[in-house]
């Protein structure tokens, strides 16, 4: 299912103020799907720890511009 909210930049102000529930989660760059993944406890949590304090997705070398999310 693909998820329809809007994209938010990747600002640590916008990644806070995601929701703290479970979802799915797109990297965007620019206009490039990059990934797709799931965040089982918070899409916060989840968004904060990869691109904050780790910036660990699947490839580590990949960057992102954008970020959207579905809550389950």
């Not at 918070?42 to 970020?67: C, F, M």
Request: charged share 25%; glycine share 4%; hydrophobic share 40%.
């Amino acid at each position: 299912m693909p998820v329809r909210s809007p994209r938010w930049f990747i600002l640590a102000s916008l990644l806070l103020a995601a929701p703290d529930t479970p979802g799915i989660i797109e990297l965007w760059d620019d206009d490039e799907l990059v990934y797709v993944g799931e965040a089982p406890e918070s899409i916060r949590k989840r968004l904060v720890a990869d691109l904050l304090e780790h910036n660990d997705w699947q490839d580590p070398t990949q960057t992102g511009t954008s970020y959207r999310w579905l809550v389950r």
